[in-house]
């Protein structure tokens, strides 16, 4: 007889790109870039403004509250890891600074999801790092 071991969820790799996002993680602090040329927040990680084009980027602690634009519910499993989780959401936030991030809400039934609903960002520890969901406020 053979046991089988529970797969695990893909986790994120930093990378010298995206080290100052995880070492915000690790202090629970959404960190973002933010074009130093004008008031542009963006995410995903970019190597250069998408308004101004600007190369000039830094990072910078934001809120995490934000409302939720979109969501799906997930009824099929993509990945083994996320057996448990089905039916799963996948939900599109729109942070209080502009740039809109894919998540996973916590905290609440699917059922209860809509848009327009307002929800501040928390993390989950897996392993060595912290991964960003969002929960209604």
Request: proline fraction near 8%; aromatic fraction near 8%.
């Amino acid at each position: 007889m053979t046991t089988h071991e529970k797969p695990t969820k893909p986790v994120p790799t930093p990378d010298e790109m995206s080290q100052p996002f995880f070492e915000g993680a690790a202090d629970n602090k959404l960190v973002i870039q933010k074009c130093n040329s004008c008031p542009a927040f963006l995410w995903p990680l970019k190597e250069l403004c998408t308004e101004c084009l600007s190369e000039d980027l830094k990072w910078e602690a934001v809120s995490g509250s934000g409302t939720v634009h979109s969501f799906v519910i997930m009824h099929r499993l993509f990945h083994p890891g996320f057996q448990d989780d089905v039916p799963y959401n996948l939900t599109v936030v729109e942070l209080d600074e502009g740039p809109r991030v894919t998540t996973i809400l916590r905290n609440i039934e699917n059922e209860d999801i809509h848009v327009g609903l307002k929800v501040q960002a928390g993390w989950e520890i897996a392993g060595e790092t912290s991964l960003l969901h969002f929960k209604p406020e």
